[in-house]
Structures are given as C-alpha cells and as structure tokens.
C-alpha cells in the first residue's frame, strides 16, 4: 500500500511563492480543505491540485467565486459533469470578452498619447523656433515706438 502524500501550509506556501495568508484565506473561503491534527493543517494531494488550479484561475481573471462554484461542481461528481464544462465555458467566454475590451480600450489610449504626444512636439518645436528667431534679432528691433 502506498504511503498518501501530504503537505504543509509552508511546503505549499514556497511551492507556489504565495504567502501562508493567502492559503488560509483560500481555506477560509472554503476552496480548500485540510485536515486538521490539533492547529496543523495537513494538505493533501487534492488540495495542492486545487491551490494550482485557484492560482492558475487568478492568472486568467476568475474570481474566487467562479472557482469555488467550478470545484462545487466538480465534487458533485467524482469525475465533473455536463454542468461544470458548460460553466467554464462560459466564465471563459466572458473572460475573454473582458480582455478583448481592455485591449480595444489600450489600443485607444495608445492612439490618444501618440496623438497628445504629436501635439506637444510640435507645440515645443515651434516655442524653440521663435525663441531661436528672437536670439537672431537685430538690436533694437525689441523697441517698441513710445
């Protein structure tokens, strides 16, 4: 019989460069659950899986939410269902809709600072023009008539 792996908070706190705060909360929100022996928590396998997949989920914009209702229906079979694969489609598909936006927004504000940018090179180009013009005047020419 194989020996079943667990870890620690801190073995999977330096694993995934995330702090032992950022476990407990994940617990707290119920999206992982260790065993307990006294105060240690004793992670398993399962949950290891589960702090990738969080982490993986964050990288890509999911809320803890959506991941909590994503492992929800996961654990409703032992192997996931209709019901979860159409659920991540669709936190993808939205998702996606989301970057897509952002990118259009960026794309325009790119467009705006070049044009800002335009603006204030020619703006400086002619103010150094005219002062360089004002440095070649003759003497007396900045007389005004009285």
């Known amino acids: 019989m194989s020996e079943k792996r667990t870890f620690s908070i801190s073995e999977l706190s330096q ?9 407990r909360f994940y617990e707290d929100q119920g ?23 969080i982490l993986r989920g964050k990288r890509m914009g999911f809320s803890l939410a959506e991941t909590k209702e994503l492992f929800d229906l996961w654990d409703e079979t032992l192997t996931g269902n209709e019901k979860q694969l159409l659920k ?10 989301q970057l897509e936006q ?3 927004d960026i794309a ?10 335009a603006r204030c090179r020619e703006s400086l180009a ?7 013009q004002q440095g070649m005047a003759p ?8």
């Open 15 to 23: 694993e995934f460069d995330v702090t032992t705060r950022s476990i």
């Open 31 to 53: 999206l992982l659950k260790p065993a307990r022996r006294g105060q240690t928590r004793i992670f398993s396998t399962k949950d290891r899986v589960r702090l990738k997949l």
């Open 88 to 97: 991540m489609l669709e936190i993808l598909g939205a998702r996606r809709d």
């Open 102 to 104: 952002q990118k259009n």
């Open 108 to 117: 325009q504000a790119e467009m705006e600072i070049d044009t800002a940018e």
């Open 126 to 132: 002619d103010l150094q023009k005219k002062k360089q």
């Open 139 to 146: 003497k007396g020419s900045e007389q005004t008539a009285t």
